[in-house]
């Protein structure tokens, strides 16, 4: 609940009017059977136009129910509608602050889980409790008031069955709130499954997997069925047993009421009033006790939601003004293990790149190359040691200074659905058609984007599905150089690209961008054999470094690489 507390303010007039509307519900609710009881007094005394009169005001009052009924289903939808979507964007908003690791440590589908799944069940409590949270307390004590008002005698029917009813709804729902809880993580489970199946889709269909997938799917979906059925049979106990309950004690009260009729006829219309009061005291328990159940289920999704809003940054920027970054590099000391790895990834790792310089990065696959480039753009703060960018510490730098001067052109290239010229100007926000068209040069992409009749307004589909991979590595280079950064990283972003291209790219980039500090991680030593320095990984450490000369003569490591793709090429 604590959850709330900061979203109620925004929508205070409607929360007001939503609970004045359930009042006249309630009140509208407990006066008709008192009505009635006078209608059937009037009847037996056959006074025709206390009947009329008794009859218009039971008219008003049961429109007066109705339009209160309207006026709160507004009301509360505005005020559930409301916070829902306030409470989904201070999530989103608070995941994009969010670091690589905090990223990890959720895992994408159990976010989008919390922001869809989990919202959609706190603004149906919300909507719930504004229509009966306080209709509840006033229907049953109410209810209970005038039940005792109508006939003293019987008070103890009242309180048998109040306790009775109490008693299977404490059991019943108590059984659903975990079945609930329950159920949230299936959802989780049914999502992952469908969101990894669906994004390699691909995957699946080239090796004929569709059956064995099918089957993972089934699993959790057949056991989220299970679990609803339960929740299910669970609801079918309750209604007839409260019936049972209900039914069984009106048939005492009308044996008890049998002898009291014969000593007061008057009683007769006592016992339609009471028999009524009896349905809203027990309509009420019932309505309470699945309000508890429901919110239950929301009391998982609140806590859900609070963990992501409370999650602490693991990576903050200092609020320093913002500065001159230039392209200078430094390790000093460098180790860093991935948040819940046991064994460091990288290991004391010094260096220092002055700006301008083209450094070459290879080394064996998983031997750390794209980890230690990741620390340059700050994606994970170093575990042991510290790296200065431009002269700057990155704990003391100017995170919009540190994003324009380094740029980082990932792997596997991702691009955004909207258009192209939408996904250049995230790497400079105003850039005109000129800075596209030069950007795309230097990228190799001018060409084939620049064929479509709408050019750079030409549409990114979902997942970037309507280009090669080639075109995508191209657009998202272009992306990279377009704000002419200080530092670029390629972290093997030229691998779906042929050779010819690939030359191109690497000429264009030593042409446009020679003040720019670049780091290519490549597989191939081809791709870097004439940087200006090479870094040589080996099992997380730095073991070499020089140029292509030098490094054959004097680094083992790099030699056996490079006899081995000497070898491969021949
Ligand atoms: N997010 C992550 N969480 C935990 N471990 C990771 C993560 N990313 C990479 N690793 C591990 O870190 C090690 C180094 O991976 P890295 O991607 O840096 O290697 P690489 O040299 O770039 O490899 P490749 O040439 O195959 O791209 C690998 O053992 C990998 O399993």
Known sequence: MKLLKPYWKGYKLDVTMSLIAVIIMAVSALWQPTLLSKIVQAISDDKMSEVNRIGMELLWLALAGLLAGVVNTIFSARASQGIAADIRESTYRKIQEFSFANVEKFSAGNLVVRMTNDVTQIQNVLMMMLSVLLRTPILFVGGFILAVHSIPELWWVIVVMVVLVFIISAGVFSQMGKKFGRIQGLIDSVNLKAKENLQGVRVVKSFNQEANEQKRFNVVSDETKDVNIQIGYLFSLLIPAFMFVGQGLMVVAIYFVGDMVGAHPTMLAEITGFINYLMIIMQAIIIGGMMMTFASRAFVSMARIKEVLDTKIDLTYKDVPEQNLDGSVEFDDVSFTYPGDDEATLQDISFKVSSGEMIGIVGATGSGK?????????????????????????????????????????????????????????????????????????????????????????????RSANFSGGQKQRLSIARGVIGKPKILILDDSTSALDAKSEKLVKEALDHELNDTTTFIIAEKISSVVNADRIFVMDEGKLVAQGTHAELVKSSDVYREIYETQKAQEA
């Not at 703060?381 to 380094?406: E, F, M, Q, W, Y």
């Not at 100007?425 to 795309?440: E, I, V, W, Y």
């Open 370 to 462: 794209s980890t230690m480039a990741q620390l340059i753009p700050r994606l994970f703060d170093p575990t042991v040691g510290s790296i200065k960018v431009g002269g700057v510490d990155l704990k003391d730098v100017n995170n919009h200074s540190l994003r324009k001067a380094v740029s980082f052109v990932l792997q596997r290239a991702t691009l955004f659905s909207g258009k192209i010229s939408e996904n250049l100007r995230h790497g400079k926000a105003d850039a005109d058609l000129n800075d596209m068209k030069h950007a795309s040069n230097i990228a190799q992409a001018a060409e084939f984007v620049e064929r479509y009749a709408d050019q750079y307004e030409h549409p990114v589909e979902e």
